[in-house]
Structure formats: C-alpha cells, structure tokens
C-alpha cells in the first residue's frame, strides 16, 4: 500500500512507517538500455515509479542524427512501468543540441504525480532540465543525478576551469549522484561531489537477451556470415556502429590492412555519413564486409557474427560504450580505446581484450595481431569477459538506488 507523507516529516518518522517512495524518473527519450531497468525498478516494489519522457525517439519513426535513417527500435520500450510523455516544443526535436529538449509542462507533470524523490536519468545541459532544476529551487523535493560523463581527456585553461565551476554549481542541486564506473566517479569528484554522496550504479544492459542464448542464434549467425560472403574458417573482428568520426571505424580498417591478418575478416555493421569513404578505403582489402544498420532483435546475431569486438573510439563523447557489456554477455573478448568509458572498469589486458592508445593506428594494429595469435586463448578472453561483465546488472542499479534513498530519506 503506498503511503504519502508531508515533504517536511521528519527521517524517524519515514522510518517507522510503511512507506512505499514515489519516484519520479526523467528521461530524454525511450531508450533500449533503460527502459528494461524502469521495468526491473518497477516489478522490485521498493519505489513507485513514474518515467517522463521528454521525447519520442525510439517508439516513433525519427531520424537518427548518427545513423542518418529513419527508424524505430523494434522491441517493447513502454511496458512494464508507469509513464507519459512531456509535449516537447523544439522545432528541432532531439539530445543532440541543447534546445532539442523544450518541454514547458515538465514541472507541472511531475509535480501533478506527487514525487517523493526525482531521478534525473538524462544530461542537465538541455534547455528543459534547466528550467525544470530553477523552478524547483525552492521545492523541497531531493533530486537525484545519474550521469556517466568522464575527464578522460582532461584540460586546464580558463575556460576549463570555468566550465568546472559552473558545473560544480548545477550539482549542488542534487541530494545524490548515482556514477557508473570509475571514470564517472572521478569527474563527480572533480567537480566537488563529496563521497559520501556518491552511489554506484553500474551502466547495464538487459542481459537475458544476450547471456540466456541458444544454438540457434549463433547458427543463425553463421547462416549470416554466409550470406554476407565471409569465408567460412575464417575468424571475424567485428565492429558494429554508427560510421561516424568519434567511433574512428576508419583507424580500424587501416588497421585492420596494415595487420595482414591470415585467415581474418573485418565485418563492419551500421550506417553513417563515412559510409563512403570506408567502403572506398576497404577496397585495399578483400576480407572487409559490410553489413546495414541491425535493429535490436538482431543484435544477438550480430554479436554472435563476431569473434572479437572492437571499439576504437576517440575523443570525451564516448562516456561508456554499452556495446561493450553487450559484447562480453555473449562472450566475446573486446577491443577498446583508451577513450572508452567502459575500459577500466570492464577490460583486463590479456585477460578478457586489450585497450590501445585512442587515435594510434600502430597501437590498434599491434592489438589486432595479438588478439589473433592464439585463437584459444581468445576463447577464454570470452569466457572471462562473462565473468567481469556479470555483477553489472539491473540488479545491482537498484541496490545502488535503494542505497542513494535511504542516505536521502
């Protein structure tokens, strides 16, 4: 039974009562990665929860800024938990600029649900969140931040240190941030978050799509690789992605011609504007595929295609890389740049992948011949990567969750 309490009772008093919190979640749009957790936060009972959707990407037909297509997510994004969506204004809707999220109602709506505590699941630096954080100041409702922004490429001019303190300044709004790695714990730290403010909440994806798989999907996958004209004994490097300049897809095909790898195919799977440029690069090579943008059901059978999985991405805007925990739930050993979010929580050198200079071509190709050396020892990479990725789970979210709450309440 839920039970509503004053915003001014006292902690002791929420702690004898039967209290079921009313969480509010803002996120930017149906997303394929959180929508299972919203499901899980939901189905624990510990909250009841309601997600606001300032967007419509995803379970709309939308034009996808990277992939340069216009599609929808072919797998249930709204079931299983409460939600609506916020009318958003912006003659040009979408995260890609700071005025693609304008949604004048935000407050009113998540007022109207009666929130215990707010869960900001999206970046602050959008108009409407804005908005949303200065209307509420003198609102006496805790709002909780997850983020998963790094200083992996760290600056120290002016501007920097500017930057620093305006974005110290947004946090002190926030009765807790929830971080997902390392990486994310020393930027919340950089900017003056204090310890014991800070709840680990690990980036996750819904693993029984990709962990709880039978022989089907990978022979599936084979019957694939086939049709794409990779020869048969040949082991694959797979990238799958948006071809875009801060995925560096084509430091990974020079690298991959540089490597003379025999016996070795590259499958590259997405879309993008440098579509043209790597396929006129890839003709140096006889052993590079291609293969269109793969909606979800089929990225089980993409992961499946590969025998190691490759992300080379370079520059700030790659904070995580959830197609690396993707990768490693259906075992495989992985590649990444040291750019990567993900890579020091996730890649142990030469115990489940490699992580290589971002930008380094000699590095990466370096990289790709060590991985091919012993094709046993990369299937125990596989099989570790299982191993590391497991405790990142929906699960363990919640306990992070549940452990922010209970420090604010």
């Not at 999220?101 to 970046?123: C, H, M, R, Y």
């Not at 931040?145 to 760290?154: A, V």
């Not at 991959?256 to 997405?270: E, M, N, Q, T």
């Not at 590095?363 to 191993?387: F, I, V, Y």
């Amino acid at each position: 039974m839920y039970i509503h309490t004053s915003l001014n009772e006292s902690a002791k008093v929420r702690r004898y009562r039967k209290l079921v919190i009313n969480l509010a979640i803002i996120a930017s749009h149906p997303i394929q990665y959180y929508a299972p957790l919203f499901r899980c936060i939901a189905q624990d009972g510990y909250c009841n929860i309601k997600v606001f959707y300032l967007w419509d990407f995803g379970v709309a037909d939308r034009i996808d800024q990277g992939f340069r297509q216009s599609f929808q997510w072919d797998i249930p994004l709204l079931e299983g938990y409460n939600f609506e969506f916020v009318t958003n204004s912006s003659k040009n809707q979408g995260t890609h600029h700071i005025f693609g999220l304008q949604n004048p109602s935000l407050t009113k709506q998540v007022l109207e649900f009666k929130p215990d505590v707010i869960l900001l699941n999206v970046s602050y630096n959008y108009a409407s969140i804005y908005r949303f954080l200065w209307q509420l100041r003198y609102i006496d409702i805790p709002i909780i931040f997850r983020g998963d922004s790094h200083r992996i490429l760290p600056k120290n001019d002016l501007k920097s240190n500017l930057k620093r303190l305006f974005i110290a300044k947004i946090f002190e709004n926030f009765a807790a941030c929830l971080y997902v790695g390392k990486a994310n714990y020393d930027y919340f730290q950089y900017h003056f978050v204090p310890a014991n403010k800070l709840f680990f909440t690990p980036h996750a994806i819904d693993r029984d799509r990709f962990s709880s798989l039978n022989n089907e999907v990978f022979e599936q996958a084979n019957i694939w690789k086939q049709e794409l004209g990779i020869p048969e004994r040949d082991a694959v490097i797979l990238f799958s992605g948006k071809f875009e300049e801060k995925k560096c897809p084509l430091d990974l095909i020079k690298a991959f011609i540089h490597a003379k790898l025999d016996s070795v195919s590259l499958l590259l799977v997405g879309a993008g504007k440098l579509e043209p440029e790597m396929r006129d690069l890839a003709k140096h090579s006889d052993r590079i595929y291609f293969a269109p943008f793969q909606n979800q059901s089929l990225m089980p059978r993409t992961y499946a295609a590969g025998d190691i999985f490759i992300l080379p991405s370079y520059g700030s805007s790659e904070t995580w890389g959830l197609a690396i925990n993707e990768a490693m739930c259906m075992g495989k050993p992985v590649i990444v740049s040291n750019h990567v979010g993900c890579a020091a929580d996730l890649v142990k050198p030469l115990e489940n992948g490699l992580i290589f200079e971002a930008g380094n071509i000699n590095a990466l190709t370096t990289c790709l011949r060590e991985s091919m050396r012993d094709r046993d020892r990369l299937n125990r990479w596989g099989e570790e990567s299982k191993k590391i990725v497991a405790d990142y789970s929906y699960e363990r979210v919640i306990i992070g969750l549940k452990q922010a709450l209970a420090a604010i309440l």
